[in-house]
């Protein structure tokens, strides 16, 4: 094993937790503001909040999605560390390589595919819609 090779991929896989870390961070903020502007807000609140509660669940959502890119670049390089395609330099730079992102699926498109976005974050939304038209209605 190249010298330095296990201090690098150990190095590398602090972010990598890292990012996992904060992905279920978000997700618990999003499921916490859904649970309580469900809950709360529809008997109490006008339709304009319960409007605005949209706002953090889809700020979660593009966060999360942006550190799945992160996380999935950092998987990349740890990857071609592993291999030997990557020289042992302890740098943290990312790829920017366009057919190297592809390869990681670290596109936003790919991030939006991936089950823990699409699984998650959409479901919130509905929640949310269900209680707006609830809301609505008991207005009308």
């Not at 150990?10 to 916490?32: D, H, N, V, W, Y």
């Not at 339709?47 to 966060?63: D, K, M, Q, R």
């Amino acid at each position: 094993m190249k010298e330095g090779k296990t201090e690098y991929l150990q190095m590398l896989q602090e972010p990598i937790c890292r990012m996992s870390t904060i992905s279920a961070i978000f997700k618990g903020f999003a499921a916490s503001i859904v649970a309580g502007i469900s809950v709360i807000t529809y008997s109490t609140t006008d339709l304009w909040i319960l409007g605005l509660s949209f706002l953090p669940v889809l700020a979660f959502a593009v966060l999360d999605i942006y550190y799945l890119k992160l996380e999935r670049k950092f998987r990349f390089l740890f990857e071609q560390v592993r291999l030997d395609k990557h020289e042992i330099d302890f740098s943290m730079k990312l790829t920017t390589d366009p057919l190297e992102i592809i390869s990681a699926k670290a596109r936003t498109w790919d991030c939006i595919k991936s089950p823990s976005i699409y699984l998650f974050y959409p479901l919130m939304l509905l929640i949310l819609i269900i209680v707006f038209v609830l809301k609505c209605i008991k207005a009308i």
